[in-house]
């Protein structure tokens, strides 16, 4: 989340502040890890999501829980992408607007094809995902 929080304030966010012990606070596992998300979101003007996630379907909670509660811009990368495999129109289903980070290997889940797919014609997989995604370009 540090290294989430330097490259944010690097590009020009303005404010970027990773929150103290966010793993620590959050417990992907708790019923309330959803509106605790939310409470932590709370006067952001974005959200970074996925890198040093939990795995499995806590992990999976929280990036529906971001998906479906926030509005705010949501960047998903990392551990947040492997949550999205296997149903990847969930991000067209989100209240804001959504920036997914993929390298090679994560688009190729994401997708359900191969990485070298991927790197052959990126431009054609790229459309394929928004696509799937429902997204309109």
Do not use: F
């Amino acid at each position: 989340a540090v290294w989430v929080a330097v490259a944010g304030a690097g590009g020009g966010a303005g404010l970027s502040a990773p929150d103290r012990g966010l793993t620590a606070e959050l417990d992907p596992d708790d019923a309330r890890a959803g509106a605790q998300l939310a409470a932590l979101a709370e006067g952001k003007a974005a959200l970074a999501i996925g890198p040093g996630m939990a795995p499995g379907d806590t992990g999976r909670r929280l990036v529906d829980a971001a998906l479906s509660d926030l509005s705010l811009p949501i960047v998903i990368d990392a551990d947040g992408l492997s949550h999205l495999a296997g149903d990847p129109a969930r991000v067209a289903r989100a209240r804001g607007p959504v920036v997914l980070t993929p390298h090679p290997g994560e688009a190729a889940r994401l997708l359900g094809v191969s990485a070298a797919d991927v790197e052959r014609d990126r431009q054609r997989q790229r459309g394929m995902d928004a696509t799937r995604r429902g997204v309109q370009g």
